[in-house]
């Protein structure tokens, strides 16, 4: 399946209207099926669905279920109207439901497969593209006659334009982390070497559904007879949500991943022919499967228990754990703990100082050997959502790490590269237009729409706020103090990053005091202007 041929899909739903857009994964082959044409069309839909892997952004489910109804016409004509009030009924199922959907086609979800949560228009912010959301119509009303070409030409542009930024993530993913060999290595084990000689299609199909980590929980739960052992939820260390930031005596104690492995393919789960098997799995996939976390979360809090009673005993404080990882505060000779995890526990910990130690209620700021690590709220990559504005996790670093003045640092990174100050906005709420010196005008029609993704930026000629309106305060992640001030009006970016040339609309103003009132208001002592 590695050297299959690909196609890209999306699904756009409205009461009285679909359409299906496939592209050739990077080819210039775009197909488009929709109520309009289906019937006339369908045949072509067949055979790409049929003969080709058909990769889709969090298909599995409900547009994996659509390709299904659209199937089941393969060879009968299909009346619009019942066409559409089935695919609607699909749509109006719980998630639950229909992520129990059987599939029957090649399906790759590349969100399921590499457990993304970002989305596609996170990632289009990420690389700097044109987040372009739909505000020409309701998908949960009729597209009306008076203006329907008109509309359907722009849902159907609006899903190609899915289907390329899926296409790029598929690639993006791929170059970093091709896991068809996994997969197809997964597929062997399980099928006892058939998947390779001959297996029919149907019974490839059954198995393709499911990502690495489902396909290792068959091969345990069926091939090996392991039942799910039982997660033990207790944390060992109760840490509370404080801000600070620390630049000494601060260490990083990790549980190594050599021992977890040990540990986990020793334990009496396993019989002595199951580890002929268990060789042929990478150590990461094994590490991280859902299916087995229980054993390895037993085996790390074994240790992290240990640990407890010893830093009880020392008087060392845990400022923070993180994964597999331990961060402490140990103000006295550290010979003593380092002497102890040589002689004993050299193959299970290893320590690291940390230069510098920031923690903001769960998320972590930290350098080690001159590299910069963030956790939560504070990582950020081309996968992974933007949940802190990443232009603020920079001065944060620069402020508390390299003691530069906010001001000074917000000026200078501007300089450098002034795309770092887009801001990605998840709306949940309404947000309100505002007149010319920041007011909101909360009666007005032109407001950026609920659950919609923008680009932003704060803008000395902004039209919008971000406001919630039942408790009258600014929602933090856009701007604190008074909502009717001159500070924190937004504007919305319309094209790429690369097609925007205002700069000079930029309101640095805004970002300092932003700035400013985030470190006074989450690190207090700790601020100095």
């Given at each position: 399946m590695k050297k299959a041929r690909k196609y890209v899909f999306d699904i756009e739903v409205f009461p009285n209207y679909f359409c299906v857009v496939t592209k050739q994964l990077n080819g210039k082959d775009v197909f488009v099926i929709d109520s309009d044409n289906f019937n006339q069309q369908k045949k072509r839909l067949y055979d790409i669905v049929s003969k080709n892997v058909m990769i889709s952004y969090a298909g599995h489910g409900f547009d994996d279920l659509i390709i299904n109804e659209l199937l089941r016409y393969?060879?009968?004509?299909?009346?619009?109207?019942?066409?559409?009030?089935?695919?609607?009924?699909i749509q109006n199922l719980y998630k639950e439901k229909y992520k129990n959907g059987k599939c029957e086609f090649y399906s790759y979800d590349v969100a399921d497969e590499y457990d993304l949560k970002l989305g596609v228009k996170g990632f289009e912010f990420n690389l700097g593209d044109n987040i372009e959301e739909q505000d020409f119509a309701n998908f949960n009303?009729?597209?009306?006659?008076?203006?329907?070409?008109?509309?359907?030409?722009?849902?159907?542009?609006?899903?190609?334009?899915?289907?390329?930024?899926?296409?790029?993530?598929?690639?993006?993913?791929?170059?970093?982390?091709?896991?068809?060999?996994?997969?197809?290595?997964?597929?062997?084990?399980?099928?006892?070497?058939?998947?390779?000689?001959?297996?029919?299609?149907?019974?490839?199909?059954?198995?393709?559904?499911?990502n690495n980590d489902k396909l290792l929980s068959l091969i345990l739960k069926n091939n090996l007879n392991i039942e799910q052992p039982r997660m033990i939820p207790k944390k060992v260390f109760k840490i509370g949500e404080e801000s600070y930031f620390l630049n000494d005596n601060v260490y990083k104690l990790s549980i190594k991943n050599d021992f977890l492995y040990k540990s986990l393919v020793e334990n009496k789960i396993f019989?002595?022919?199951?580890?002929?098997?268990?060789?042929?799995?990478?150590?990461?996939?094994?590490?991280?499967?859902?299916?087995?976390?229980?054993?390895?979360?037993?085996?790390?809090?074994?240790?992290?228990?240990?640990?407890?009673?010893?830093?009880?005993?020392?008087?060392?404080?845990?400022?923070?754990?993180?994964?597999?990882?331990?961060?402490?505060?140990?103000?006295?000779?550290?010979e003593e703990l380092k002497n102890k995890m040589e002689n004993k526990y050299s193959d299970i910990l290893e320590i690291n100082y940390i230069n510098n130690f920031l923690k903001d209620k769960k998320s972590l700021l930290y350098e080690i050997d001159k590299k910069i690590i963030g956790t939560n709220e504070f990582d950020y990559g081309d996968l992974i959502i933007p949940k802190q504005h990443i232009w603020m996790i920079k001065v944060l670093k620069n402020y508390?790490?390299?003691?530069?003045?906010?001001?000074?640092?917000?000026?200078?990174?501007?300089?450098?590269?002034?795309?770092?100050?887009?801001?990605?906005?998840?709306?949940y709420e309404s947000v309100y237009a505002c007149n010319s010196k920041g007011k909101v005008i909360y009666e007005d029609n032109d407001r950026l729409r609920k659950n919609r993704k923008y680009r932003l930026y704060f803008s000395k000629t902004g039209n919008y706020k971000v406001v919630i309106q039942e408790k009258n305060k600014y929602?933090?992640?856009?701007?604190?103090?008074?909502?009717?001030?001159?500070?924190?009006?937004?504007?919305?970016?319309?094209?790429?990053?690369?097609?925007?040339?205002?700069?000079?609309?930029?309101?640095?103003?805004?970002?300092?005091?932003?700035?400013k009132s985030y470190i006074d208001g989450n690190f207090g002592e700790n601020s100095n202007f």
């Amino acid at each position: 399946m590695k050297k299959a041929r690909k196609y890209v899909f999306d699904i756009e739903v409205f009461p009285n209207y679909f359409c299906v857009v496939t592209k050739q994964l990077n080819g210039k082959d775009v197909f488009v099926i929709d109520s309009d044409n289906f019937n006339q069309q369908k045949k072509r839909l067949y055979d790409i669905v049929s003969k080709n892997v058909m990769i889709s952004y969090a298909g599995h489910g409900f547009d994996d279920l659509i390709i299904n109804e659209l199937l089941r016409y393969k060879n009968r004509v299909a009346k619009r109207y019942i066409l559409n009030k089935n695919i609607n009924e699909i749509q109006n199922l719980y998630k639950e439901k229909y992520k129990n959907g059987k599939c029957e086609f090649y399906s790759y979800d590349v969100a399921d497969e590499y457990d993304l949560k970002l989305g596609v228009k996170g990632f289009e912010f990420n690389l700097g593209d044109n987040i372009e959301e739909q505000d020409f119509a309701n998908f949960n009303k009729n597209i009306k006659k008076e203006n329907y070409d008109e509309i359907v030409e722009k849902v159907v542009d609006y899903c190609l334009k899915d289907v390329l930024a899926t296409e790029k993530m598929y690639n993006y993913v791929i170059d970093n982390k091709n896991n068809w060999e996994e997969k197809e290595n997964l597929l062997n084990i399980i099928t006892k070497g058939n998947y390779k000689n001959g297996m029919k299609l149907k019974t490839k199909i059954k198995y393709l559904y499911y990502n690495n980590d489902k396909l290792l929980s068959l091969i345990l739960k069926n091939n090996l007879n392991i039942e799910q052992p039982r997660m033990i939820p207790k944390k060992v260390f109760k840490i509370g949500e404080e801000s600070y930031f620390l630049n000494d005596n601060v260490y990083k104690l990790s549980i190594k991943n050599d021992f977890l492995y040990k540990s986990l393919v020793e334990n009496k789960i396993f019989k002595k022919n199951d580890l002929n098997i268990l060789k042929k799995i990478s150590k990461n996939l094994l590490l991280q499967s859902s299916y087995l976390r229980g054993i390895i979360k037993k085996y790390e809090r074994i240790i992290l228990k240990k640990l407890k009673k010893y830093f009880r005993k020392e008087n060392i404080k845990v400022l923070e754990v993180f994964e597999n990882e331990v961060f402490l505060l140990i103000d006295k000779n550290l010979e003593e703990l380092k002497n102890k995890m040589e002689n004993k526990y050299s193959d299970i910990l290893e320590i690291n100082y940390i230069n510098n130690f920031l923690k903001d209620k769960k998320s972590l700021l930290y350098e080690i050997d001159k590299k910069i690590i963030g956790t939560n709220e504070f990582d950020y990559g081309d996968l992974i959502i933007p949940k802190q504005h990443i232009w603020m996790i920079k001065v944060l670093k620069n402020y508390f790490f390299d003691k530069e003045n906010v001001e000074t640092e917000i000026k200078e990174l501007f300089l450098k590269n002034p795309d770092v100050f887009f801001l990605y906005a998840s709306v949940y709420e309404s947000v309100y237009a505002c007149n010319s010196k920041g007011k909101v005008i909360y009666e007005d029609n032109d407001r950026l729409r609920k659950n919609r993704k923008y680009r932003l930026y704060f803008s000395k000629t902004g039209n919008y706020k971000v406001v919630i309106q039942e408790k009258n305060k600014y929602y933090k992640k856009f701007g604190f103090g008074d909502i009717n001030s001159n500070l924190y009006k937004v504007k919305k970016v319309e094209t790429s990053v690369n097609e925007f040339k205002n700069y000079e609309d930029i309101d640095l103003c805004s970002y300092i005091d932003y700035a400013k009132s985030y470190i006074d208001g989450n690190f207090g002592e700790n601020s100095n202007f």
